[in-house]
């Protein structure tokens, strides 16, 4: 089998140089084990933070070992009678093309309305976190005009949908370039999107909703949610749902300079993580799973092809080469 490792923890921008190809032996499954083959394997914004050696929500990946994350596969051989040869799982030992893991660490999927990569992206982590972020974080309202910033991404793209959805009367996602600024509103239905590459956020904001949002959905932190607290309205909610402009930054990045409006507007800043929301899991699947049925719903995603690649996928995600969900097939 082959997996990467994390050679060494990355200064900055992660470089290729960070991360190693290594072949192993993997024995025969034991009681309680699985064997599984890696079809598709995640990559996502939160692993560059476990690249760091720092404390964090979820343990630093280690120097030397494989890397993980979401991957989903076929079980080829089991030590589970739960589980049989051909049965596709999710589960969490991505970063190879074979998997020997504890059964009770996976989770079977159901093929039959969406293809199984969609368990790494839209019915999986990336939609949840968008679902539970308008539903319980920064809820959404009738009426409420809604921004939400790295749009056209995995976790973005669902927001935006799932924010019009919910009804919110006006959504603006926030987008790098004209051609992902159409993604979210031809394809997303954002009544208008903002090119952040274009012109500082906070003037586009303030010209395009002149009376300010309800609701903040951010992926990307900085600059952005400076300018979205400065439109905040009476009430406002923000959903601290990542911060990716400052991820490979290697000094302390400046604050929002403005914190002080949320006293007078009396706003809600929450930070969030997904796991938190595992109770809303069976309700995302069944609203969002008829949403993608009947096609209200829609998702794209950016495949790169082979497991040599995937340290590369995981470079560019950082560089936004991806719209929607960033997935690796491992083939
Ligand atoms: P995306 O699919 O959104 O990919 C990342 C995107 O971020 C890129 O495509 C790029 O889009 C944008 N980006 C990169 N650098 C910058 C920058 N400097 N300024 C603005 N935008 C930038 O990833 P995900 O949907 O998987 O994740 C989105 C966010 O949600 C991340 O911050 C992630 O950490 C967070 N997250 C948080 C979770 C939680 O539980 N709290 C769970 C899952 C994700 P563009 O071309 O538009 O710049």
């Known amino acids: 089998a082959r997996e990467i490792h994390l050679k060494q ?13 290594v072949e192993t032996e993997l024995p025969d499954p034991g009681d309680g084990e699985l064997l599984v ?14 690249m760091n050696d720092v404390k964090s929500y979820v343990p630093p990946f280690e120097v030397g070992a494989a890397l993980e994350g979401g991957a989903v596969g076929e079980v080829v051989a089991s030590g589970d009678e739960r589980y049989a040869p051909g049965d596709r799982v999710l589960h969490g030992f991505g970063w190879r093309d074979h998997a020997l893991l504890p059964a009770k660490r996976v989770q079977k999927i159901d093929t039959t309305v969406v293809p199984e990569q969609a368990y790494l992206g839209v019915l999986g982590m990336p939609g949840l976190t968008a679902y539970a972020g308008l539903v319980e974080v920064a809820p959404v309202r009738d009426g409420d005009v809604v921004l939400i910033s790295a749009a056209a991404g995995a976790v973005g793209s669902a927001a935006t949908q799932i924010a019009r959805l919910l009804g919110a009367s006006r959504v603006i996602g926030i987008a790098g370039g004209p ?13 208008t999107a903002i090119d952040y590459k274009a012109g500082k956020v906070g003037a586009q904001l303030r010209a395009i909703a002149p009376d300010g949002i309800d609701v903040f959905f951010d992926n990307v932190g900085g600059e952005q949610l400076e ?14 749902c990542g911060a990716i402009s400052g991820y490979n930054a290697t000094e302390a990045q400046p604050g929002p300079r403005n914190m002080w409006r949320l006293i007078g507007i009396r706003a809600q800043l ?6 938190d929301h595992a109770h809303l899991r069976d309700r995302f699947i069944e609203q969002v799973g008829g949403w993608l049925a009947s096609g209200a719903l829609r998702y794209r995603e950016t495949v790169v092809d082979g497991l040599d690649a995937a340290p590369q996928a995981f470079i560019d995600l950082l560089r936004g080469a991806n719209t929607g969900k960033m997935l690796v097939r491992v083939g």
Do not use: Q
Request: proline residues 5%; hydrophobic residues 35%.
């Open 270 to 275: 929450r930070g969030m993580i997904v796991t």
């Open 179 to 191: 051609e992902k600024c159409a993604y979210v509103t031809e394809e997303l239905g954002a009544n």
């Open 9 to 21: 923890r990355p200064h900055g921008e992660p470089r290729l140089g960070d991360f190693e190809l």
């Open 37 to 50: 083959r890696n079809t598709w394997m995640s990559v996502d914004p939160y692993m560059r933070g476990r």
């Open 227 to 240: 300018a979205a607290i400065g439109s905040l309205r009476l009430h406002g909610r923000v959903a601290l």
